[in-house]
């Protein structure tokens, strides 16, 4: 299946992966950024789409996010519901209230009201959100308030399934574990995943596109009997 498909977070790491391999297999790809105009645009250039500036936790931002991808191809038929952010690590103890609210605002509410207007506006097709193997670890010491973050869209991933199922609609979650992404630099640990990932079964972090090709899937025809599922993209940790 091909359409119009939307990545949020779509200018770096899973989302950018997900924007080419989407192009390539046939979608009509818009995505949005939150700062780094450069590389959004690069990547809409690449794949032939459409770059938006926008927050994720703004709703005006979010509606002209698919505002914009309506204009550009119509109504979507896929969206992935990726933009997220880490803050460097720490335990729970010592997190001011601003960081776990801009956690909570761009990962949880940002992903609910893309979530929410996908569901207002598609007829048919999938939903993949971007959870995180840290939803079922815990993040002890360094980002429980990003595991719970995550947590939440497992929880939504099952309701909102079940919502939309009548309609057509899956909706599905990937759990990716140690990635090789530009986030755990923002999050001040640039060496994290390198670091641990080679204490996974595996012996290794995994790769952007690694985690892109299981979300293409979700979104294709091969998987029209899966919803509600969180599938994880973790190297058996």
């Known amino acids: 299946m091909a359409g ?13 992966a997900v924007c080419r391999l989407g192009a390539h297999a046939g979608w009509s790809v818009t995505l949005s950024y939150a700062r780094d105009a450069a590389a959004a645009e690069a990547v809409a250039a690449e794949t032939g789409g459409v770059a938006v500036r ?14 914009a991808a309506e204009e550009a191809h119509g109504a979507p038929l896929g969206v992935v519901v990726n933009a997220g952010v880490v803050a460097p690590g720490l335990p729970l103890a010592e997190m001011s209230l601003a960081r776990i609210e801009q956690v909570f605002r761009t990962n949880t509410i940002g992903a609910f009201l893309t979530a929410r207007e996908a569901a207002r506006r598609m007829s048919g097709g999938a ?22 973050s995550k947590g939440a869209l497992d929880t939504m991933t099952v309701g909102l399934a079940k919502e939309l199922a009548p309609k057509g609609i899956r909706v599905n979650a990937v759990r990716p574990g140690l990635i090789e992404t530009e986030i755990h630099a923002s999050g001040g640990a640039p060496d994290r995943a390198a670091r641990l990932g080679a204490q996974t079964p595996m012996g290794r972090p995994g790769a952007a596109e690694e985690v892109a090709e299981t979300i293409l899937w979700l979104l294709s025809p091969a998987a029209s009997y899966v919803t509600g599922t969180m599938v994880d993209v973790s190297g058996g940790r």
């Not at 927050?55 to 505002?67: G, H, I, P, Q, V």
């Not at 959870?131 to 429980?144: D, I």
Request: glycine share 14%; hydrophobic share 50%.
């Open 4 to 16: 119009g498909l939307i990545v949020t977070g779509g200018g770096r790491g899973i989302g950018a």
């Open 54 to 67: 926008a927050d994720a936790a703004s709703e005006a931002d979010t509606l002209r996010l698919f505002d």
């Open 127 to 148: 939903i993949v959100v971007v959870s995180s193997a840290a939803a079922r670890l815990g993040a002890p010491n360094e980002y429980v308030d990003y595991a719970a």
